[in-house]
């Protein structure tokens, strides 16, 4: 009984302890159930803009204010932990982007633009504090049911970041929460819906550092080391004195 009770503080002990280490290669603390550090995006003053263009499954999309066939978002964000500052963020991408469904089902349209000419600058008084390409960029529909019949969009996207003076990961995830879009994406599609637009903004975004393999091989040898010092304990032979 003693034994067992000196193991379950071992198993304890042994996860903080691996979850305080640095991971490999990188600042990051290892953490488990939430990330100290990201940058929390305020709503942008443009707006996000869809258009029909009469096609049966995509539409097109300008990420802000155009001019010159590029589009701009920008608006005000403030990091946490490692990411701690207070910038101005941008969004910087072509205009008319072909955004396709690529799952009806769990409405999903992703961005199809293979290219690096979509990108993300974080900057405070002309200083680049964070700088990147996006990529793999997809707009998911909130069911109804979860978002009170109104018709919300989440933004998905990858971060491959490039430089700037917060720059300790190779990439990061980006979320923009879409809120209240006056209707659904598939509305636009189809030969009667040419021209037909969507403009909404977005409520809150992150910019945040993605878990990575040595977090995750962290973890588990701490659950190894653990389990090793359980199975040690319990086989060892008891005494008779």
Same mark, same amino acid.
């Given at each position: 009984?003693?034994?067992? =009770?000196?193991?379950?503080?071992?198993?304890?002990?042994?996860?903080?302890?691996?979850?305080?280490?640095?991971?490999?290669?990188?600042?990051?603390?290892?953490?488990?159930?939430?990330?100290?550090?990201?940058?929390?995006?305020?709503?942008?003053?443009?707006?996000?803009?869809?258009? @029909?263009?009469?096609? &049966?499954? &995509?539409?097109?999309?300008?990420?802000?204010?155009?001019?010159?066939?590029?589009?701009?978002?920008?608006?005000?964000?403030?990091?946490? @932990?490692?990411?701690?500052? =207070?910038?101005?963020?941008?969004? &910087?991408?072509?205009?008319?982007?072909?955004?396709?469904?690529?799952?009806?089902?769990?409405?999903?349209?992703?961005?199809?633009? !293979?290219?690096?000419?979509?990108?993300?600058?974080?900057?405070? /008084?002309?200083?680049?504090?964070?700088?990147?390409?996006?990529?793999?960029?997809?707009?998911?529909?909130?069911?109804?049911?979860? !978002?009170?019949?109104?018709?919300?969009?989440?933004?998905?996207?990858?971060?491959?970041?490039?430089?700037?003076?917060?720059?300790? =990961?190779?990439?990061?995830?980006?979320?923009? /929460?879409?809120?209240?879009?006056?209707?659904?994406?598939?509305?636009?599609?189809?030969?009667?819906?040419? @021209?037909?637009?969507?403009?909404?903004?977005? @409520?809150?975004?992150?910019?945040?550092?993605?878990?990575?393999?040595?977090?995750?091989?962290?973890?588990?040898?701490?659950?190894?080391?653990?389990?090793?010092?359980?199975?040690?304990?319990?086989?060892?032979?008891?005494?008779?004195?």
């Amino acid at each position: 009984m003693t034994n067992r =009770k000196i193991a379950l503080p071992l198993l304890v002990l042994a996860v903080l302890a691996l979850g305080a280490l640095p991971a490999a290669a990188t600042s990051t603390l290892v953490t488990i159930l939430s990330n100290p550090n990201e940058i929390n995006l305020g709503a942008a003053t443009q707006n996000t803009v869809l258009t @029909g263009t009469g096609s &049966s499954d &995509s539409v097109s999309l300008d990420l802000g204010s155009c001019s010159g066939g590029n589009c701009t978002l920008s608006g005000v964000g403030t990091g946490v @932990g490692l990411l701690a500052s =207070k910038g101005q963020y941008s969004f &910087s991408a072509p205009a008319n982007l072909d955004v396709q469904l690529t799952d009806p089902v769990n409405g999903v349209w992703q961005v199809m633009d !293979s290219s690096n000419d979509m990108t993300f600058s974080y900057s405070y /008084k002309g200083t680049n504090e964070l700088s990147g390409v996006l990529n793999m960029v997809d707009f998911i529909q909130v069911p109804p049911s979860l !978002s009170n019949g109104q018709d919300r969009y989440v933004l998905d996207a990858f971060v491959t970041v490039t430089g700037g003076t917060l720059d300790f =990961k190779p990439g990061m995830s980006l979320q923009l /929460k879409y809120g209240a879009v006056p209707g659904y994406l598939n509305s636009l599609l189809g030969s009667g819906n040419v @021209g037909s637009t969507i403009s909404t903004q977005y @409520g809150q975004g992150t910019v945040a550092p993605t878990p990575e393999p040595a977090s995750v091989f962290l973890l588990g040898a701490g659950f190894l080391l653990a389990g090793g010092i359980l199975r040690a304990r319990f086989r060892r032979p008891v005494s008779h004195g």
